[in-house]
Structures are given as C-alpha cells and as structure tokens.
Nanobody, 125 residues
Framework: QVQLVESGGGLVQAGDSLSLSCAAS????????WAWFRQAPGEGRTFVAG?????????NFQASIEDRFTVSGDNTKNILTMKMNSLKAEDTAVYYC?????????????????WGQGTQVTVSS
C-alpha cells in the first residue's frame, strides 16, 4: 500500500508564491508516475501537473498554468514538490497528490490508484 501526504497549502495574496509537497510512504517502489490535481468548489478534480518517475524529464502541465508552476520529484526522499508562482484567485482549490503504478502521466484522475487527503490553497485578490 502507498500513502501520500500533502503539505504547504495556505492563504496567500494574488501574485504570491507557494510550494506544495507530497510525501510518499509505504510501497513507494510501486509508484512510477505521480501528479497534482486540484478541485475548486463546485467543480470536478482536474489535472495540474505530473512527473514520470521512470523518465523525470517528462512533465505534463495543464495549459493554463504551464508558465507559473514547476514540478520536481525527489525519488530518494519520495517527495513530489510543486512550486507555484504568480498565483491568481482562480488557482484557489484543494490540491491533491496522486500516484499510479503505470509510468505514464495521465490527466484522468480515475487512472491513479493512490491519493492524498488534499491541502487547501486560497488566493485572495
């Protein structure tokens, strides 16, 4: 079994930066891809960014955040970090870390076997 724990959320002003972390534990060798999703109030869970642990160079961003967010994974420490810059009010959401055994990063949340509990990010304008 794999456990994922997110941290780093909070309340910030528009234009600020924030860093989220996802710590994996348990059978971490089963994780071959991991990603961040977010869910705004009243909306579904949507893909933000992800990284394949097989080929760390492959990072797939959602078009609306590509220039502002960066993702990096530390396979030794089993931590996935997402740095968010120039935050906007529309970035307000609960951010979830997800992981899957398949090495392909995918935008579909249903393809991820393991999920964290989520961390709230609120951006005030």
């Amino acid at each position: 079994q794999v456990q994922l724990v997110e941290s780093g959320g909070g309340l910030v002003q528009a234009g600020d930066s924030l860093s989220l972390s996802c710590a994996a534990s348990g059978r971490t060798s089963d994780i071959h891809a991991w990603a961040w999703f977010r869910q705004a109030p009243g909306e579904g869970r949507t893909f933000v960014a992800g990284e394949s642990r097989v080929d760390a160079k492959y990072i797939n961003f959602q078009a609306s955040i590509e220039d502002r967010f960066t993702v990096s994974g530390d396979n030794t420490k089993n931590i996935l970090t997402m740095k968010m810059n120039s935050l906007k009010a529309e970035d307000t959401a609960v951010y979830y870390c997800a992981a899957r055994e398949d090495a392909m990063v995918d935008r579909a949340p249903g393809l991820y076997e393991w999920w964290g509990q989520g961390t709230q990010v609120t951006v005030s304008s």
